[in-house]
């Protein structure tokens, strides 16, 4: 009776201490499947925006990003830069020393000896003159008007890159969709079509004097406007604006919700990653240095698509258009600014663009 109970047990026993044993390993794995996304995470660049620092001339960049470094603590990973093709300091053409047309080559080579990338803001304007017209319409650029100009830039833009072995973020004509700008697809004969194949113009340009390589395109806008979007094959990165008026415009946003939209908002255009072009928040309206934390946070948490958020760290040129004193610096507590620096002390905030 015994050694019959015994055989009649034990397989009995043995198939409920399996069923423990595959509870286990399936909770095991579903712990492993909830954490794997943020452990496989690639670490996000930050960088930052102030034209104090946006070149051309080498000593300005130096002293700009490093009085960023004192006080955030950290070097940028990114660093905006500022060329204007029309900005040719009273001479015919664009000649290098004279105005900002001119590829920023010693601020290139100086941000790139850092480990900062730079991201070029390509502005298709004349300073002072703008109503002219020459370098805002689009179908200038495709007659071939600009072909020059577009081609030794470029070669410029090579010629670094290959020394350095790093790319360049190119913004061309940024926020094309918006009223606010000369270059605007509402201004003069522009449009939504002739600003897609003046994109895709310059893009074949770099191609042909083989810059392509080096620069990373990116399509920056507010909002992605599936009409102004010249398609996967003409950009690297999709740019979009996200910022916090606060107090000014009476609508504090609410950081997960804003980065939530921007991500989703790209991926429905493009398969591309996203770069947060430009982001800010005002510091009247609600917490500022929990509304830093918590957008960084979110950005790299949950939306592994977003490889780089870039923070307008400055109060110029913005607050004589209307836009709050976005600055870390404020408000006058310190808190923005010490959320920022302890963001940058963790290694997932120390990314680069490839």
């Known amino acids: 009776f015994s050694s019959r109970s015994?055989?009649?047990?034990?397989?009995?026993?043995?198939?409920?201490?399996?069923?423990?044993?595959?509870?286990?390993?399936l909770?095991?794995?579903?712990?492993?499947?909830?954490?794997?996304?943020?452990?496989?995470?690639?670490?996000?660049?930050?960088?930052?925006?102030?034209?104090?620092?946006?070149?051309?001339?080498?000593?300005?960049?130096?002293?700009?990003?490093?009085?960023?470094?004192?006080?955030?603590?950290?070097?940028?990973?990114?660093?905006?830069?500022?060329?204007?093709?029309?900005?040719?300091?009273?001479?015919?053409?664009?000649?290098?020393?004279?105005?900002?047309?001119?590829?920023p080559t010693e601020a290139v080579k100086w941000l790139h000896s850092k480990g900062i990338i730079p991201i070029v803001w390509w502005i298709p304007t004349q300073p002072g003159n703008w109503?002219?017209?020459?370098?805002?319409?689009?179908?200038?650029?495709l007659w071939g008007k600009h072909d020059y100009y577009i081609k030794t830039w470029a070669r410029q833009l090579k010629k670094v890159s290959q020394q350095t072995r790093k790319p360049v973020i190119v913004r061309w004509a940024h926020e094309s969709g918006g009223t606010w700008f000369?270059?605007?697809?509402?201004?003069?004969?522009?449009?939504?079509?002739?600003?897609?194949?003046?994109?895709?113009?310059?893009?074949?340009?770099?191609?042909?004097?083989?810059?392509?390589?080096?620069?990373?395109?990116?399509?920056?806008?507010?909002?992605?406007?599936?009409?102004?979007?010249?398609?996967?094959?003409?950009?690297?990165?999709?740019?979009?604006?996200?910022?916090?008026?606060?107090?000014?415009r009476d609508n504090w946003k609410n950081p997960k919700d804003l980065i939530d939209r921007k991500s989703a908002a790209a991926k429905k255009i493009s398969r591309k990653p996203l770069i947060i072009a430009e982001s800010g928040s005002h510091y009247l309206g609600g917490d500022k240095a929990k509304w830093i934390t918590d957008f960084y946070n979110r950005a790299w948490y949950?939306?592994?698509?977003?490889?780089?958020?870039?923070?307008?760290?400055?109060?110029?040129?913005?607050?004589?258009?209307?836009?709050?004193?976005w600055r870390f610096v404020k408000p006058d507590d310190g808190s923005a600014l010490d959320a920022y620096k302890a963001l940058q002390a963790k290694s997932r905030f120390r990314g680069t663009i490839k």
């Open 6 to 25: 015994r055989h009649t047990r034990l397989p009995t026993r043995s198939r409920g201490l399996g069923d423990v044993y595959k509870r286990q390993i």
């Open 27 to 103: 909770l095991i794995a579903a712990l492993l499947a909830t954490t794997a996304p943020v452990a496989a995470r690639s670490k996000m660049a930050t960088g930052l925006a102030d034209p104090a620092g946006g070149g051309p001339a080498l000593a300005d960049v130096k002293a700009a990003v490093w009085q960023k470094k004192v006080e955030t603590g950290k070097y940028p990973k990114m660093w905006a830069l500022w060329s204007k093709w029309g900005d040719r300091g009273g001479q015919s053409g664009c000649v290098k020393g004279y105005g900002s047309c001119y590829f």
């Open 131 to 141: 109503e002219a017209g020459k370098f805002e319409r689009y179908k200038r650029v």
């Open 182 to 248: 000369p270059w605007s697809v509402h201004n003069f004969d522009n449009t939504k079509k002739t600003y897609r194949k003046a994109h895709r113009y310059i893009v074949k340009k770099f191609k042909a004097v083989g810059a392509r390589k080096w620069t990373r395109f990116l399509w920056s806008q507010v909002a992605a406007e599936k009409d102004l979007f010249p398609g996967d094959d003409w950009i690297d990165y999709v740019g979009l604006t996200a910022l916090n008026y606060g107090a000014d």
């Open 302 to 325: 949950k939306h592994p698509n977003i490889k780089g958020i870039v923070y307008l760290d400055t109060d110029h040129p913005h607050l004589a258009i209307g836009h709050p004193d």
